[in-house]
Every structure is written in C-alpha cells, then in structure tokens.
C-alpha cells in the first residue's frame, strides 16, 4: 500500500514526486518529504531577477490567471523571487499530481473492470499524472541548472497537455464519473499559473 508523509505547515511543503516502475511494470509515484533547508534554485550565477521583495512578489501575482493561489505560494518560506516562486509552484503542483496519481491507483485496486470502460479510463488518468509528475520534476531541474526560459516554456507545454487530459478522458464519457473532479481543477490551475509566470519570467530576461 502506497504511503506519504505529511508535513503541517501553511501549505503541504514536499518535494517532487518521483516516478518508477513496480514489478508489474506499473509506475509509481513515491513522494518525497520536502526539506525547507535545501538551497535555492542555482541559475549559473546568472538570476533573472536579482532581487524582488514581497511587494513586487504581490505585483506579480496580479498577472496570473489564478492570483489568490499565486499569492499564498508568495508567502511561504524561501520564496524572495520570481525563480522560487516558480520551483515552489512546481514542486507542490508535483506533490498534488502525485497525490492524484495515488488516488486514482486506488480507486482502480478497489473498482475492478466492470466492462463499462472505467477502469481504463482511469488507467489512462493515473498515467496521465504520472506523465505530469515527470514533467514538472524535468522543469525543476532545468530550472536549477539555469536553463533557458525558451525550455521551460516547451517543458511546461507538456505539461499543461498532461494535466487536463484526465478531465478530457471524462467529459468524453460523460456516463462515467470521475473520483477527483476536486483535484483535476485544482491541478490545472496551479499548472496554469507556472505557465503564466514561466512566460513572464521570459519577458523578463535579457
């Protein structure tokens, strides 16, 4: 049985989540407590933004689709930039899909194929989460080793593709109903907001 960790805190602050396979070739998503004395993301001695305050941090928020979410990631701890506004974004949107992926493992454990198509539909969500847990951990990685924007923009275009598909999946069958319509809106909204400032961050550099 899949088992996480939690930590109390003003959000769930964990690491990526990581992907493998199983014995039965089936991936797995194992989530990884996040330790807050991990250093910031490096860009090559090259920042994007050399400083940004709280208050610029605000200003920032108010250009994304989805501010209040935005602006509870501002106030967390280690967040004074742009660059780790993004990577926290990142790692917890990881952390959520993670969750989701665990979620759906279970409703297919405990649902069984009933000929009604469920089961593989829910299959193909769960992949779908995986597939997005890989991307956002890629983009963390570009990220901290000062990769250009232009590939964060292309990483963060898969992903914004795997994290609606579950919701695709479903509003092609509507007969069927998902487990987690909670979580595939929320999911997509955290995405969307790494897309937004991933772009400004764009905008931003020389």
Known sequence: MFRFRHIIAALILVAASAVSLNSAGARVVH???FNPTAAAPASDGRRLFATAGH????????????????TTMATLP??????????TSL????????????????AIRSGGDKG?????SLQSCRESYASLVDSLNSTRDTLKSGGSSADLMTELSAAGTFSTDCEDIFDERPELQSP?????????RL???CLDLAAIIKEQQP
């Not at 208050?55 to 935005?70: G, S």
């Not at 790692?91 to 279970?106: E, G, Q, S, W, Y």
């Not at 009604?116 to 593989?120: E, I, L, P, Q, Y």
């Open 31 to 33: 989530p990884i407590v």
């Open 91 to 106: 790692r917890i949107t990881a952390v959520k899909a993670a969750m989701a992926a665990m979620k759906l493992d279970a």
């Open 78 to 87: 280690g967040v004074a930039t742009p660059e780790q506004l993004l990577d």
């Open 191 to 193: 995405v969307s907001n």
């Open 180 to 188: 987690i319509p909670g979580a595939q809106r929320h999911i997509s």
């Open 55 to 70: 208050d610029e941090l605000m200003a920032l928020c108010q250009q994304m689709h989805y501010k209040t979410l935005c």
């Open 116 to 120: 009604d198509g469920m089961a593989s």
